[in-house]
């Protein structure tokens, strides 16, 4: 559980006898107890209630400490905090309809009756969406807490890596970790997961959107996605908020499953994300670089991120080679890269004329190609604009019009967005740059996606061919999206 500055939805929570602490509690961190210190302030006075989740699962990636062990650290934290305080540990149930309501009936039997939770006596104090979601399905009040400065996973990871983690642990934590031999433990259960101290790849993003807008396309993602995956160790590399994760949680239960991402607000969505089955684990890594051990991995997973490896690298292929390269090691025989992405247009030098539908569009056009790789040594791109049968008109390559058209409506993150190109390669390219990387190729394909066709492009923006310096005959719109499958031979 994370705690930092707070704001309370809605209006300020009305007394209450019972504050509801519900979480993994593997570590406390010093910014933890201190921001939930200020939290407890603000809601008033009450009996501390702490719920230890998952409590069967220990000794794991996901749980790397065993119940009794949380419970020395929940305790340290109680003491600290000097109210009033009950520790329980609930073990997870499949039906999270229920689940609530199986959290109440734990806290009932095990303080034999004297506790009991209500939506009139109890307030929730949490920064865990799928916890709030479910509490608030049953009436519960909340007291809603966002993460920042040092959390559980980063003094875990600084613990894997045999670095200094005790300087972000507070002083109860660092007694119980020191009493069990936990940082030992860390390096060994991650010693096949090399994490490190990269930066993250995208500084400025507005992460809200970017994962609101990530998440919106999930349903698709699995569908292309998850009947290519080949069960045992399967991972994600560029997980973002961990969405996909939860889906391969419940699609491969027996499976192995990792997430890794550079971006540290990410990590933080995917982290307070509650998965079906206890095999995830989320670390921060660079997915270009090998982290696993040769031939350990049966899936590999890069969604919408093979773009960002080129465009925040120089625009560089031959870093997206690299990756390519690595994962191959990494892969066991047979194994499986999956990449779906943005796609380079067959054909991308054909010269076309593009039509927006008012002034405003085409000013975002004008924009979008003085702009565009603005991190480039050259960029942007030229154009040729005319007026035409009193329209007008912009002149470019397919691939240019692809680009634009592909970020015309990020307007939130358009500084981000307007530095990225999404086509690094055609399908035919994609197709040779696997196979000299030491793949069979199984499906690359590209297609149009119908719902960004239907509400983002028909009638708002045309495109026709480049006759006689004037625009032609319609032509359909590129293809949005790359599926590609391969496996390491």
Known sequence: MSMSKTHVENQPPAPAQQLLLVGRWYAVTVDQQNALAQTLEEAGPGKLIFVITASDQGGTKRHPLFVEERKQVVVGLAKSLGREYEVHAVVDIADSVKWTEHVRHVIEDESDGATKLDPANTLLISSNPDVLKRFAASGYRALKSSTSGSMPVDLLALAAQGKNWQELATAATRAVFEEHSIPARMVELFQDVLLNDDGELSHGRDFAVYSQGMDASLAVKIQDIVPHVRPG??????????????????????????????????????????????????????????????????????????????????????????????????????????IRDGIKP??????????????????????????????????????????????????????????????????????????????????????????????????CESYLNPWIAEHRYNDVVWLHADEDGKPGEALPFPDTTAMIVAEAV
């Open 233 to 338: 160790k399967i991972v994600d590399k560029g997980c973002g908020t961990g969405t996909l994760l939860i889906h391969l949680s419940e699609l491969f239960p027996k499976s192995s499953i990792v997430g890794m991402d550079l971006s540290r607000e990410l990590l933080h969505m995917s982290e307070g994300q509650h998965y079906p089955n206890h095999n995830v684990v989320v670390v921060k890594g660079n997915i270009i670089h090998q982290r696993f051990p040769e031939g350990s991995l049966s899936t590999v997973i890069f969604s919408s991120v093979m773009h960002e490896v080129y465009s925040y690298n120089s625009y560089d292929r031959d870093q997206v080679r690299l990756a390519l390269t690595n994962t191959r090691i990494e892969l066991e025989s047979l194994g499986r890269i999956i």
């Open 346 to 443: 067959l054909y991308a030098d054909r010269l076309v004329w593009l039509r927006c539908r008012d002034i405003e569009l085409e000013e975002r056009f004008r924009k979008f190609a003085r702009e565009f790789k603005g991190k480039s040594e050259t960029p942007g791109f030229t154009y040729e604009e005319r007026v035409h049968e009193g329209a007008t008109w912009f002149k470019m390559s397919l691939h240019e019009a692809a680009e634009f058209l592909s970020k015309k409506d990020y307007v939130t993150n358009w500084a981000m967005e307007v530095n990225e190109e999404f086509g690094v390669f055609t399908v035919d390219e994609w197709s040779k740059e696997l196979v000299a990387a030491g793949y069979r190729v199984v499906k």
